[in-house]
C-alpha cells in the first residue's frame, strides 16, 4: 500500500460530504473535517472547527498543518475563494471545490455543455457585492459559484479542479425537500407547476458523486470537470418514478409560461456533457436506470 494521504475536507458532515468522508477513510487515508462546529464529522476523521469566512479563525485553527489535498464541499462565493487561496497556499498540493451545474444558468442549449461554456478566466469578480446576505446569495448561487471558480483559475497557487455537479438524487438523508415536494402533490393529486416547454436536465446519485469526488482527489488533472451521470431526466420522469410508489396518488401537471415553476423544473436546457471526465477514467452510470431506486431511498419504500 502506498503512503496513507492527508486530506482536509471543509464541511464533510452531512449527505455528499460524510460518503466522501466514508471513502477517504476506506482507502486508508488520514482525513479532517473542518466546519464551524455544529455538527460532528464521521468517526475516524480529525475535527477542526474555524469559520470559514474568517481568515483568522481558519488560520488558528490550522496551525501549522499542511495537506496532499482539500477538498471544498461549500466554497459559495469569491470572498470565501479568496481566503482559501491566501491561507492554503504553501498547504496543499492540490484543491479540489465543489462547484455546481449552476455556473451555466445563463446557457441554453439543446445539446449538452461542455466545460468551455464557462471559462472561469473570462467570468469578472466582484468581491463588494453583498455575498454576506443569505437571500442574495441565495439568489445568486450560480453567480457565486462561477466567481468563486474564477478566483482560484486566475491566481493558481496551487493546482485545483472545479467539480461542476449536476443536481444530486438519492439517500435517505436527502435534506432538499425538492422530491418530498412532487410526493406531497402526487399524494395530494395537487397540481405541480412545471413550465409550458418543460427542459430535460442531467442529474447524478448522491453515492455516485461522493464516488466523483473521492476519484478526483487521486487524480493530477486541473480545472472545470462536469459530473452527472448518462441521460437525461425531465420532470415527467420524476414524477412517473414517484408515482409509481405512491399508486393512490396522481400526476397533475399546471403549465406556466412565466412565474415560480416546481424545483427540477426547467424552463431552459439544463443539460451537462461528461465527456472529458469519462475521457479522464470516471465511468459514470445511466440516470433513468438508478432513478427508482433513488426516489425509494428519499421518500422510503412506502412512498412516505
Known sequence: MGKAREILVIGGSRYVGKRLVARLLAAGDRVTVLNRGSSTPPPG???????????TSLVAALGSRTFDVVVDQVCYTPRQAEIARRVFTGRTGRYVMTSTVEVYEYE??????????????TVPV????????????????????????????????????????AHVLG?????TGRLEHYASRIRAREPIAVPFSNQPATYIHVEEIADFLAWAVGEDFTGPVNAASHGPLTTV????????????GKVVLQLVEVGEVSPFSFF???????????????????????LMSAVAETLGKGGN
Open 45 to 55: 476523521a480529525t475535527h477542526l472547527v474555524a469559520d470559514r469566512d474568517d481568515e
Open 108 to 121: 441554453d442549449s439543446i445539446t449538452p455543455v461542455r466545460e468551455d461554456a464557462v471559462d472561469p478566466l
Open 126 to 165: 466582484d468581491l463588494e457585492l453583498p455575498w454576506d446576505e443569505p437571500e442574495f446569495l441565495d439568489a445568486h448561487y450560480g453567480e457565486g459559484k462561477r466567481q468563486a471558480e474564477a478566483v482560484f483559475a486566475a491566481a493558481p497557487d496551487f493546482p485545483y479542479v472545479a467539480v461542476r455537479v
Open 171 to 175: 439517500g435517505d438523508d436527502d435534506f
Open 237 to 248: 420522469d420524476l414524477c412517473e418514478a414517484i408515482v409509481a410508489r405512491i399508486p393512490e
Open 268 to 290: 431552459r436546457s439544463y443539460g451537462m456533457d461528461n465527456s472529458r471526465a469519462t475521457r479522464l477514467g470516471f465511468t459514470f452510470r445511466t440516470a433513468p436506470v438508478w
